[in-house]
């Protein structure tokens, strides 16, 4: 396990666990790395301090067995709020399936009903909506690893 201290391009800093660096890279360019403050995906590594071990004995496996059981149990923590969340999204809201991008449009621009929708979305329309001033929220895909 690796861990990074991040920060989304709101200023927001946060540490997050991972299996390795390139486990990291994957999720983070899959915009599955997401601030926990504000939701947001555009996330890169923030500068941070080495943890230097003091000692030529360093920790015990016990103190690393401790730390890798917390970060499994606040991942899974992570994992379930954010599946309640889903959830809920998908028994409120409306699933527009590929045509998020032009029903959040037609919304926005007063040519459709006000609801609540979800659906999927590229990354240029993403770009798009944002530049046109069109909120929206990602909801990260779930994926557990056994």
């Known amino acids: 396990m690796i861990v990074y201290r991040l920060q989304c391009s709101n200023k927001h800093e946060f540490e997050a666990w991972f299996r390795d660096s390139s486990t990291y890279e994957v999720q983070a360019k899959g915009g599955d790395v997401a601030c926990p403050f504000c939701g947001n995906t555009d996330v890169g590594k923030a500068i941070m301090a080495p943890n230097i071990s003091t000692s030529k004995s360093g920790p015990k496996d016990s103190d690393l067995n401790r730390a890798e059981a ?25 699933d527009v399936g590929e045509n998020f991008a032009k029903e959040a449009r037609r919304i926005h621009y007063g040519e459709a009903e006000e609801r609540g929708i979800f659906g999927n979305a590229t990354d240029d329309e993403a770009d798009e909506l944002d530049e046109e001033g069109i909120e929206f929220f990602r909801l990260p895909q779930i994926r557990r690893d056994s």
């Open 70 to 94: 917390r970060a499994k149990e606040v991942a899974e923590q992570i994992l379930d709020a954010v599946g309640k969340v889903r959830r809920h999204v998908e028994a409120t809201c409306d």
